[in-house]
């Protein structure tokens, strides 16, 4: 399963390895790929994990959801 994510705050390599570390702490994720260009994150995942739990871990990072696809 792989859903895309719009975040907003990341402007360098050390916020796309912040926002990377954060989801890849989730329980299921199999990968997590940061494009700072788009500011979207492509996150593949084992099992669904619901978009609120993607959401909280990103904003506990310090950054901002603003859609999730």
Same mark, same amino acid.
């Given at each position: 399963?792989?859903?895309?994510?719009?975040?907003?705050?990341?402007?360098?390599m050390y916020?796309? &390895?912040?926002?990377? =570390?954060?989801?890849? +702490?989730?329980?299921?994720? /199999?990968? *997590?790929?940061? #494009?700072?260009?788009?500011?979207?994150? &492509?996150?593949?995942? =084992?099992?669904?994990? +619901?978009?609120?739990i993607l /959401?909280? *871990?990103?904003? #506990?990072?310090?950054?901002?959801?603003?859609?999730?696809?």
């Open positions: 399963m792989k859903k895309t994510l719009k975040v907003e705050g990341m402007s360098c916020c796309a &390895k912040h926002v990377k =570390e954060a989801l890849q +702490e989730l329980e299921g994720i /199999k990968s *997590a790929e940061v #494009d700072l260009k788009l500011k979207m994150v &492509k996150v593949e995942m =084992e099992k669904s994990i +619901e978009d609120n /959401k909280i *871990a990103i904003e #506990d990072a310090g950054y901002e959801v603003i859609e999730i696809s």
